[in-house]
C-alpha cells in the first residue's frame, strides 16, 4: 500500500472546519483513500473513503485532488469531541491481504 | 448499531504469564482482524483471517503469540509468556465480505510488569 504523509498536528478553533491534509503522491489507480479518528482509549473509528470522486457521509467530507496525489479531509463544524488522532490510510480494493497500514496520524485539537 | 465485542478491556499481568485476549465480531463478518497499538504510535496488523483460515499472519510474533477462530466466527488471541514490550492495546477489527470498510472494536489495553 501507498504511504501517506500528515502534520503531525493541528487545532481549530471549536464551530470552524476543519481541514485535514493528507499526502500520497505515490498511490496506485486501484487504491481506496480512506479516513479514521481515535478518540482517545478507543478503537479507531471509520470515518470515510473514497477512489476518485469527492464524498461526504454525516460526519466529513473528502476531497482528492485530481491527480490523487492528495487529500483533504473535512469536518464542517468542528466539535470538541471531535479532538482525536485522525489517520488517512490507503490502501487496494478487493480483499486479499488487507490490514490497514497506519502512520502516526494528525492529533487535531479542538480549542474552545 | 452492530459493534465488535473484545473483553476483558483491561488486563494486567506479570512477566512470563500467559494472557488471552477475546474478540466478537459483527455478526455475518467473514473477515477479522488483530491489531497492536504501542502508545503513541498508530495500530499494527498482528494478524487476519477469513472465516477460520489464516489469510496473513507474516507480523505475528510465533514464537509466543498464538490466534485462533476455530468456528469462524469468534476469536482468541494469546501471548505465553508475555513480556514487557507486549504492554500495549490490542484491537480486533471486522469486515464483510461485499465490504471494504474495518469496523474496530474497544481494545483490550495490556499491561505487563
Known amino acids: 500500500d501507498a504511504k501517506t504523509t500528515q502534520p503531525p498536528s493541528m487545532d481549530c478553533a471549536e464551530g470552524r472546519a476543519a481541514n485535514l491534509p493528507c499526502n500520497h503522491s505515490?498511490?496506485?489507480?486501484?487504491?481506496?483513500v480512506y479516513w479514521y479518528r481515535q478518540i482517545h482509549s478507543q478503537g479507531p473509528q471509520y470515518i470515510i473513503h473514497g477512489l476518485k470522486n469527492n464524498e461526504t457521509n454525516e460526519m466529513a467530507s473528502l476531497i482528492i485532488t485530481e491527480d490523487r496525489k492528495s487529500s483533504t479531509l473535512i469536518l464542517p463544524h468542528a466539535t470538541l469531541r471531535d479532538t482525536a488522532v485522525y489517520y488517512c490510510i490507503v490502501r487496494v480494493a478487493g480483499g486479499g491481504a488487507d490490514g490497514l497500514t497506519f502512520g502516526k496520524g494528525t492529533h487535531l485539537i479542538i480549542q474552545p | 448499531e452492530a459493534e465488535v465485542a473484545q473483553s476483558p478491556r483491561y488486563k494486567i499481568t506479570e512477566k512470563s504469564q500467559a494472557v488471552a485476549f477475546w474478540c466478537d465480531p459483527i455478526?455475518?463478518?467473514?473477515?477479522l482482524y488483530w491489531y497492536r497499538q504501542i502508545l503513541g504510535q498508530g495500530p499494527e496488523l498482528l494478524v487476519q483471517f477469513q472465516d477460520e483460515s489464516v489469510v496473513d499472519d507474516s507480523q505475528l510474533p510465533k514464537d509466543r503469540f498464538s490466534a485462533e477462530r476455530l468456528k469462524g466466527v469468534d476469536s482468541t488471541l494469546k501471548i505465553q509468556p508475555a513480556e514487557l514490550g507486549d504492554s500495549a492495546m490490542y484491537l480486533c477489527?471486522?469486515?464483510?465480505?461485499?465490504?471494504?470498510?474495518?469496523?474496530f472494536g474497544p481494545g483490550t489495553r495490556l499491561l505487563v510488569l
Open positions: 455478526s455475518g463478518h467473514a473477515t
Open positions: 477489527a471486522s469486515r464483510g465480505l461485499a465490504q471494504e470498510t474495518q469496523y
Open positions: 505515490t498511490i496506485s489507480g486501484n487504491e481506496y
